[in-house]
């Protein structure tokens, strides 16, 4: 869900601005899954801005607090959810942790790094959601480590039915700043893109949800 209409409209924008998103539906972009995309996300490069970066640290505190999950330890999904959530950490004064995407093959083998203690309740921070399956499996390891995952934040979703699917099935809230709906009607509203596009950028996402 959305945390509120609001922030996901001025984060949408905010993430336009500096093309920590981009759109471009008549020159696609190829996705790592080999996927033809009018839409490229990189949202690291909101770190770069202290304004964003102080924006969407504050909005995650704040939802934190709006929701009353009153969490132990705030942890981040590698790599895009470490900066976020050291961020947020320091911010509430809470520890912070990460998940990585698999155990370490050597060492200690560890998947999640830092302190966490069976009992703590987590928030977890992550900067991107797709099908959910990758971000949903720190929640997998954090469980396996007694933790109580509280919810998960992050800046932006695709909205893809088959990742609030994922969510619902793991019982887990997930709490976005903006996602794909509100990018577009924002780069609409702003002229980044045209309605003619914004058809091409409305059928894309529908046939993401068919696959």
């Not at 109580?148 to 800046?155: E, H, N, P, S």
């Not at 990018?183 to 702003?190: G, V």
């Not at 309605?195 to 950028?201: A, M, N, T």
């Amino acid at each position: 869900m959305i945390f509120r209409e609001d922030i996901a409209l001025s984060v949408a924008e905010m993430l336009l601005k500096i093309k920590a998103v981009k759109l471009s539906p008549n020159d696609l972009f190829t996705w790592a899954s080999g996927i033809k995309s009018p839409i490229y996300t990189d949202n690291r490069i909101t770190l770069s801005y202290h304004g964003i970066r102080t924006a969407i640290r504050q909005h995650f505190v704040d939802a934190v607090r709006y929701y009353n999950w009153e969490p132990d330890v705030i942890v981040g999904v590698a790599t895009g959810g470490i900066p976020q959530g050291a961020l947020v950490a320091q911010e509430l004064e809470l520890p912070f942790a990460y998940v990585r995407s698999s155990k370490k093959d050597h060492g200690l083998t560890n998947q999640v790094e830092g302190e966490v203690r069976s009992g703590q309740k987590a928030v977890i921070v992550e900067d991107l959601i797709s099908t959910g399956s990758s971000s949903l499996g720190a929640v997998g390891a954090l469980k396996n480590a007694g933790c109580q995952v509280k919810g998960m934040l992050a800046i932006f979703t695709y909205n893809l039915g088959i990742a609030q699917l994922n969510f619902q099935n793991e019982a887990c809230p997930l709490v976005t700043l903006t996602d794909y709906d509100h990018l577009i009607k924002k780069a609409l509203e702003i002229n980044y893109i045209t309605e003619k596009d914004l058809g091409i950028l409305e059928e894309f996402k529908k046939g993401l949800d068919k696959k």
